[in-house]
């Protein structure tokens, strides 16, 4: 039935698709500039045709786009993911590196060809380990022609959040991930900018109304966010609100982004978290400053209910469990884990396993031992359960898809028990971002019906890096009848320009497939008996014997937190 039916509507839908399409092009040269947007420091900057901040790409549901990258930084390799679409039939054009592609090395081109089939307020960033924070992303606009609230509206404005460092990702990953630094404490940023700068001034009309979309594109911290004088009516999730400008325009407005402070290790006297901008109804009157708030009551997203009021998926087919938490390896660095395994790049991109392997790309195993691998069958429900085993808020992201929120904890709930949790909204808000408490959990919900490598991982950065990455793996089969052989000659030049193998399991073995060594792995467990602090200390006598450092010295070298145990 389902079948007959959409056979029968094909020929609108393809009607429907030739009316709207229309291509977009752009050509980014990607290379390293210099700014300063926080008045603080200037820095190194990856910019875009020279530019930084990079361009937004702004396109019209329907619309073909395509992105023809030249990587001209010179000393570090790249590639582009755009978050939040679910690219149909074009997982290669997803762009985490070791995943659906290899790195885009200096002095190469790549070229990103995809169709936008939906709308809203998305943002593209570099996937290359650790890159996006020095700059390398910007917003993804997705008009929709069809706006079921263009007439609640006169304009659109666009603003990004971010926060901001002034050393470069290099540098920070190096001390971040480090014996040094065993207690696994972050960078934190010195900034918080609105659009990449600060005192951004708003223009505005009295009585207008106004479709603010707003992208936290940061690296760590998330941002509370309030206008002064006005309310805001939210339409989409992931911040897109409709302000209605006043009709007198005597005053201007503050309004305030402020970094969420609870992951800050060791705040300096000198940060201040706030950034602040203006809604300018008349020029020539005085910008007040902000006025202080006591408290943060933020609006709580998770009883929204979505536009379409898709009803919730009750009948799970496939539950994965995800328990999460932070340790340290016997290199006494600090890394972050899904069931006890620390994410490592394969050897073999993921997607190009699944491509070279025929009827064995169905099993986990080839992709290798720290890749947190789930192969997912064609459209089943699937249930992502994630547990919280760390004191810390980790906003979860999964690409190609985006999922119901069925549950969320509050702090220090534990981990799931369905025999002890709330019943679920028949209408369960839906998004690709979502915030697990501390020490709680929350439970996801989505179709397996976009075949497709995506990644599921926390997207504060340095996360990231250390290891918070699982890869779900959707219809491998039907993987490979949609792109066997259609993936761009220069998709495979990337990866022998880097001697990257691309067939085989994760350690590019094409002969046994179960066989993974060779694979990369993550440094070992640490032996039974010693605490985290005892390894810590005996690697770094050993390292001390080469470096010469004093032990007191290596205690100053970095804020010691508590959270380790
Ligand atoms: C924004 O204004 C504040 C207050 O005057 C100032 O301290 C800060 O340096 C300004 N930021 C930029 C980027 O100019
Ligand atoms: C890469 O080049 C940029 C720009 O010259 C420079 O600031 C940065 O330090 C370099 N990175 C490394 C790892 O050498
Ligand atoms: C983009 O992909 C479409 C569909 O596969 C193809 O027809 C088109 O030639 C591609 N364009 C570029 C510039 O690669
Ligand atoms: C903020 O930056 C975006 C580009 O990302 C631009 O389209 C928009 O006009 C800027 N907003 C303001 C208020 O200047
Ligand atoms: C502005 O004035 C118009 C016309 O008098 C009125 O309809 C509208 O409600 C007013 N808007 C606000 C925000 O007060
Ligand atoms: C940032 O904003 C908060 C909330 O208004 C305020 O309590 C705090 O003092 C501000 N910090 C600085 C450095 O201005
Ligand atoms: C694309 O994938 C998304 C996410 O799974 C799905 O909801 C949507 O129906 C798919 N669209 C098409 C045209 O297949
Ligand atoms: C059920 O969960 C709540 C918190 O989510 C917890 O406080 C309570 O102790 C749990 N009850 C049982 C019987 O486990
Ligand atoms: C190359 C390889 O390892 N192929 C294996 C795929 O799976 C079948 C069935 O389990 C094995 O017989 C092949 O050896
Ligand atoms: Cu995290």
Not at 7 to 33: E, K
Not at 62 to 71: A, F
Not at 88 to 99: E, F, K, L, Q, S
Not at 322 to 349: C, E, Q
Request: contains cysteine.
């Amino acid at each position: 039935m389902a079948m007959s039916l959409s056979n029968f509507l094909l020929p609108i839908a393809l009607l429907a698709s030739i009316v709207h399409c229309a291509t977009v092009t752009h050509d980014f040269d990607i290379a390293w500039t210099y700014a300063n947007p926080d008045g603080q420091q200037t820095r190194s900057v990856i910019g875009i045709n020279g530019q930084w901040p990079v361009p937004p790409i702004v396109v019209t549901k329907g619309d073909q786009v395509i992105v023809n990258v030249k990587n001209s930084l010179g000393n570090e390799s790249t590639s582009l993911h755009f978050h939040g679409l679910y690219m149909n039939r074009t997982t290669h054009m997803d762009g985490p590196t070791a995943v659906t592609q290899c790195g885009i090395l200096p002095g190469s081109s790549f070229t990103y060809n995809f169709t936008v089939d939906q709308p809203g307020t998305y943002w593209y960033h570099s996937h290359e380990r650790g890159q996006y924070p020095d700059g390398l992303r910007g917003a993804f606009i997705v008009h929709d022609p069809e706006d079921p609230h263009k007439d609640l509206y006169d304009e659109e404005i666009v603003i990004t959040l971010s926060d901001w460092y002034h050393d470069l990702m290099h540098n920070l990953l190096a001390s971040f991930i480090s014996f040094a630094n065993p207690s696994g404490a972050e960078p934190v940023p010195q900034a918080a900018l609105f659009n990449d700068t600060q005192n951004l001034t708003v223009k505005i009309e009295p009585g207008k109304t106004y479709l603010f979309r707003m992208v936290n594109m940061g690296a760590f911290a998330a941002q509370y966010v309030w206008f002064e004088g006005h309310t805001m009516r939210i339409v989409e999730v992931d911040g897109v609100v409709l302000i209605t400008a006043k009709n007198d325009t005597s005053t201007n407005f503050a309004f305030v982004g402020s970094m969420d402070q609870d992951l800050f290790d060791a705040v300096p006297d000198s940060l201040n978290p706030n950034v602040t901008g203006w809604l300018v109804y008349d020029d020539t009157k005085e910008k007040p400053a902000p006025k202080e708030i006591d408290a943060f009551e933020p609006f709580d997203d998770f009883d929204l209910v979505p536009y379409d009021k898709e009803e919730l998926l009750d009948r799970v087919d496939r539950s994965i469990t995800l328990d999460l938490k932070m340790d340290n390896l016997n290199d006494g660095a600090n890394y972050a884990f899904f069931n006890d395994v620390t994410y490592v790049s394969p050897k073999v991109p993921t997607l190009y396993t699944v491509l070279s392997t025929g009827s064995n790309a169905t099993n986990p195993i080839i992709y290798g031992s720290n890749t947190n691998s789930f192969v997912l069958a064609q459209n089943e429900v699937v249930e992502i359960i994630l547990n919280n085993d760390d004191p810390g808020k980790h906003p979860f992201h999964l690409h190609g898809h985006a999922f119901q929120v069925v549950t969320r904890s509050a702090d220090d709930a534990g981990f799931y028990d369905p025999s002890n949790t709330t019943t679920p909204s028949a209408t369960p808000m839906r998004r690709d971002t979502i915030l697990v408490r501390p020490n709680g959990h929350t439970v996801l919900r989505f179709r397996s019906d976009n075949p497709g490598v995506w990644l599921f991982h926390c997207h504060i950065e340095w996360h990231v890096s250390s290891g918070l990455i699982a890869t779900i793996i959707e219809a491998p089969l039907a993987i490979q009848a949609q792109l066997s052989d259609r993936i761009p000659e220069d998709h495979w030049k990337a990866c022998q320009d880097g001697d990257v193998p691309t067939k085989g399991n994760a350690a590019g073995n094409t002969f046994d497939l179960l066989d993974l060594r060779g694979e990369n792995t993550s440094p070992g467990k640490i032996p039974a008996g010693f605490t985290a602090r005892g390894i810590v200390a005996l690697v770094f006598s050993c390292l001390a014997a080469f470096a010469g450092m004093g032990v007191i010295g290596w205690y100053g070298l970095k804020p010691v937190k508590n959270k380790t145990s």
